[in-house]
Structures are given as structure tokens and as C-alpha cells.
């Protein structure tokens, strides 16, 4: 057996045991994709909760809360600034979201229900108005997102067996 023989042996040996190793790296890092990706919906599951214990914690917040989807502006300041720092964090909340779906983080059924909860909340007049006062919160991008929602002229129903008008 010459050199070039040797040679020749030795790159297919480590062909041979390169391979099996770059297909278990690529399904660790597989593995690891999907269990950031879970962490990451469940921090945001977490926090979705946090921020509406305090509407069932808080009897006082959840008038102000029914009060300001029906007319922010009607609002006293004490009750706007209430309802102005909750209803921001639900749509900083939204917009997480919705940034974990355009880089494929949330599965599409999982963006379907937070789509379907902002849709009901911005449908209300107190939210719009809320939304045209404080969008520049927020990014371009889901500005224009939460815009096009509201361009749709969906009807408020969410709340409308708690007493709130379905009619703006």
C-alpha cells in the first residue's frame, strides 16, 4: 500500500465518522430550536396571564377596563392613566406575539387565538381611541398590522353579555 492509498483510507474514514456526527449536531440543534421556541410561548403565555390576573383581582380595574373599551376619552385622567398602562401592556403583550409569529416562534393556531383576542378588544370604540393616541408606542410594523384590523370594521361583541353596546 503506497501514500496515496493511506491518504485516500483516511479522508473516507473521516467522511464516514463526520457524517453521523453532523447529522446528531443537527438534530440537537433541532431539538433545542423547538424548546426555545416553547419557552419562549410559554413566557408569553405567563405573562398574558399576569397581566389580566388583574382585571379579575380588581373589581375597580375591570370597571375602568369595561369603561375605557367603551370611550377612553369619556374617562376621567385618574382612569385613563389606569386604563391607558393596562390596555399597554396587553398590546405590548400582542405585539410580542406577534413578532413570535413572523420569525416563526408561535405555531399559526396559536397566532390565530391571539389574533382573534386583539380583533374582539381593538373592536371597541375606547380601544381605537385609545390606539390613536398611543400607536407611536409602538413599532411601524405592527402599527400598520393593528390599523389594517381596525380598517376591517369588525363589530364589538366581546363584552356585549356584560352590558357593553355591540354598536359603536
Not at 37 to 64: C, F, K, M, P
Not at 66 to 89: I, Y
Request: include cysteine; aromatic fraction near 12%; proline fraction near 2%.
Amino acid at each position: 500500500m503506497n501514500w496515496v492509498m493511506l491518504a485516500a483510507l483516511g479522508q473516507l474514514a473521516a467522511v464516514l465518522v463526520g457524517i453521523p456526527s453532523l447529522i446528531y449536531l443537527a438534530i440537537q440543534i433541532r431539538a433545542q430550536t423547538t424548546e426555545r421556541r416553547q419557552s419562549a410561548v410559554n413566557a408569553l403565555n405567563v405573562q398574558w396571564g399576569d397581566q389580566t390576573r388583574g382585571l379579575h383581582d380588581s373589581a375597580e380595574l375591570s370597571a375602568i377596563f369595561l369603561r375605557g373599551l367603551q370611550s377612553f376619552a369619556d374617562l376621567d385622567a385618574v382612569s385613563k392613566l389606569r386604563f391607558s398602562a393596562f390596555f399597554n401592556r396587553l398590546v405590548n403583550y400582542f405585539e410580542g406575539m406577534y413578532f413570535a409569529h413572523c420569525d416563526h416562534i408561535l405555531a399559526h393556531a396559536s397566532w390565530g387565538r391571539v389574533e382573534r383576542t386583539m380583533t374582539d378588544l381593538i373592536a371597541y370604540p375606547g380601544a381605537q381611541q385609545w390606539w390613536e393616541e398611543r400607536k407611536h408606542w409602538h413599532t411601524v410594523e405592527f402599527a400598520r398590522f393593528v390599523d389594517t384590523i381596525i380598517a376591517m370594521g369588525v363589530k364589538p361583541t366581546a363584552f356585549s353579555s356584560y352590558g357593553l353596546p355591540t354598536e359603536s
